[in-house]
């Protein structure tokens, strides 16, 4: 069954460490997202790619960076975490004629 | 901003009793789709109506759209208690359909 994966799914670390959020999706989107959501808040989107080679920043200003070597994976790293980044981290992905989006567990940050 | 707004922010109901959540935005759409998140979870896809429909029904979702009101309304019929959980409303941008932006939801608690 298509799917969209997202690890790790919970993740507790101290100020300045890097970190990679990974998603890959199996249903051969070409779109993909991130979002930031904080508990019982509206999603905020961070980045967004078309495709291979192709990636935006969303309107939520982030210290994150992502890349899309591959189509089925849109990771999402952080060179220094820091407090503020303690939030829910969502990865999404639809394809490029349907709106619907699909998305994945979630990776619930915490920086200590 | 183009963020949707939903209204109410919390419903709690008897399972049975119908269920209505609305949703409001700022600028043209291409269209609007609702989603439901359980527990701080992924978002579920529920619905979509296009700019140019009024009216969608699935199962017991009934979704209608006004455009000169710019607002959307979820209607669950005979609610269930695995209805609990929070909906969105999510909307594109005219100018940019690559960029979705979800309000910040309406909780709905719905009792056994």
Redesign the interface.
């Known amino acids: 069954e298509a799917d969209i994966y997202q690890t790790p799914r919970y993740l507790v670390i101290g100020t300045g460490k890097k970190i990679t959020l990974e998603c890959s999706q199996t249903m051969g989107h070409d779109k993909m997202y991130w979002y930031q959501q904080d508990p019982g808040m509206e999603l905020h989107l961070i980045h967004y790619s078309y495709g291979v080679n192709s990636t935006e920043k969303g309107d939520l200003s982030s210290e994150s960076t992502v890349s899309r070597i591959r189509t089925e994976h849109f990771p999402l790293t952080l060179e220094s975490a820091r407090p503020s980044h303690t939030s829910q981290y969502l990865c999404a992905s639809s394809a490029v004629l349907a709106p619907e989006q699909y998305f994945g567990p979630g990776t619930r940050l915490t920086v200590t | ?1 183009q ?1 949707g707004e939903e209204d109410p922010q919390a419903l709690s109901i008897q399972e049975g009793e119908n269920a209505t959540m609305n949703c409001s935005y700022k600028t043209s759409i ?2 609007l ?1 609702w ?1 439901r998140q359980n527990s ?6 529920l619905i ?1 109506i296009r700019s140019n429909e009024r009216e969608k029904h699935s199962g017991r979702l009934r979704v209608t759209l006004d455009t000169s009101k710019k607002s959307s309304s979820l209607l669950i019929t005979a609610s269930r208690a695995a209805d609990t959980a ?1 909906y ?1 409303c ?1 909307t ?1 941008a005219k100018s940019n ?9 309406t ?1 709905l608690n719905v009792k056994p």
Not at chain 2, 40 to 45: A, D, E, F, I, N
Not at chain 2, 97 to 105: A, D, I, V
């Open positions: 901003s963020q291409n269209n789709q989603y701080g979870r992924g978002l579920v896809h979509l929070s969105f999510a594109d359909f690559n960029k979705f932006y979800f309000g910040s939801g909780k």
